[in-house]
């Protein structure tokens, strides 16, 4: 790597390492992983670069992110899938579709989470989403909404505590 590109590696890590960090936490939900994909990201970045300058580097940089944290998913149900799997069958007899049972199941599962989130207050429903389907931190929906740390804290146990109810009630 010569000076310049040092320079410039240097620079990016410094103006977007923080919220590379940030993204990467609340999409993966651990801080070490997200570390390690942090660094991943600017090796991927030194590996591609063919000289051009990149007219947005932090866009470049979140769709590299994103792209670490998809293969990190795909890696690890693979592997939850190898370490669940029956040693005694092979498996290149499996179906890897789910079972018409399982579709029907998750499906009406999917639709009474979606009428559990209709029927929360709207400010309760708000902070769940945001933080739930937004990836938001608690702190960021309390700044978001105007409300305090503990009100979001308040408002996410409750919208958890509905919607668990109503899908165990059938």
Known sequence: MDAHTHLE?????????????????????????????????FVRLLQNRSGEVLTNPRAFLFRIATNLVIDHHRR?????????????????????????E??????????????????????CRQVFLLI???????AEVAAKLGISHSTVVKHLIKAVDFCRTRLEDR
Not at 84 to 95: A, E, G, I, S, Y
Not at 102 to 123: M, N, Y
Not at 132 to 138: A, G, N, R, T, V
Request: proline letters at 7%.
């Open 9 to 41: 590696m240097s620079a990016l890590l410094r103006e977007h390492g923080q919220d590379l960090q940030q993204f990467l936490t609340r999409r993966l939900g651990c801080t070490e992983t997200a570390k390690d994909l942090v660094q991943d990201t």
């Open 132 to 138: 739930k389907f937004h990836h938001l931190s608690h």
């Open 102 to 123: 399982t579709v029907v199941w998750s499906r009406e599962q999917v639709a009474r989470l979606e009428q559990a989130i209709a029927q929360l207050p709207p400010k």
């Open 76 to 100: 690890s149900q693979y592997r939850e899938t190898l370490t669940l799997d029956d040693p005694d069958q092979p498996n290149d007899h499996r179906d890897p579709a789910p079972s018409v």
